[in-house]
């Protein structure tokens, strides 16, 4: 896909995005930026194409591209199977550097059996909620069942106090999460910033919900480009209408530079 097929796409206009540049490095959110959102987690699926698009940008950035998402690390795998990339997980609590190494930040997880308890009761009173245990954090979405917001709000909340400043709350879009303190998106893309093949990059950063709002600041900082996908207030500097933008976007960057031909600013 060249640039100006890229343009025509729904949502796509050069001007709400950063001219292409060669020396950029990736970093990806997965659901509400690359795949649209779907009603619970486990029903997302991702297609031939955007593997391939995501192959093809990898290579075109010089192996410099990370996902980074509330996922955990082998959900992430699977769900871009037989692909691996770097990739930070939960919140950047655990993260696998593009040499394939793993680091897994100290949590007290063990101390989130008891809130894990909680919050599957609450899901046998409430059968539409959804209940994700990722292990180092714990997600509650009420996208099926919107009215219960306040409900979750107010246990979450709870179960927050109970763990104590260890943990924090982390919102997102119809979810509520409690995990470690300390670590977020914006720190995991720091720890790859100081790596090869992403140091001496400029820093990408592409997401859509409130999660990604501190790999913008970072970004931001370090005079990267943070791109928005969708509306409201963001921190971030640049836009992107929906996942189908950020995937003709992306393979605009790659049709460019996964040669050697330089196309220059587009």
């Not at 069942?145 to 104590?164: F, K, Q, T, W, Y």
């Not at 470690?180 to 998106?185: E, R």
Request: with cysteine; glycine share 10%; hydrophobic share 45%.
């Amino acid at each position: 896909m060249d640039s100006n097929e890229a343009q025509r796409k729904p949502g796509f206009e050069m001007r709400h995005v950063p001219p292409f540049a060669r020396d950029w490095c990736f970093f990806l959110d997965i659901d509400g930026t690359l795949l649209e959102f779907a009603e619970r987690p486990d029903e997302v699926r991702v297609d031939a194409g955007l593997k391939e698009i995501l192959r093809s940008l990898q290579q075109a950035a010089g192996g410099a591209l990370a996902l980074i998402s509330g996922r955990p690390v082998p959900d992430i795998d699977r769900l871009f199977a037989p692909l691996r990339f770097a990739v930070a997980g939960q919140h950047g609590v655990e993260r696998r550097d593009h040499a394939g190494k793993l680091f897994v930040h100290a949590t007290p997880a063990a101390s989130l059996h008891d809130a894990a308890s909680a919050l599957e009761r609450l899901v046998a009173q409430h059968p539409a909620l959804v209940f994700e245990n990722k292990g180092a954090t714990l997600a509650m979405h009420y996208r099926l069942a919107p009215h219960l917001g306040p409900r979750v709000h107010e246990v979450m909340h709870a179960l927050r106090d109970s763990l104590g400043e260890q943990f924090e709350l982390q919102a997102g879009k119809m979810l509520l999460e409690i995990k470690p303190g300390g670590k977020d998106k914006g720190t995991a893309i720091a720890e790859f910033m100081g790596e090869s093949p992403f140091r001496e990059r400029v820093p990408v950063f592409i997401g859509d919900d409130l999660t990604d709002e501190y790999g913008f600041e970072l970004v931001n900082a370090r005079g990267g480009y943070s791109v928005k996908v969708g509306s409201g207030a963001s921190a971030a500097r640049w836009r992107l209408m929906d996942a189908e933008a950020v995937r003709a976007w992306l393979a605009a960057f790659a049709g460019c530079y996964s040669g050697n031909i330089d196309c220059g600013p587009l």
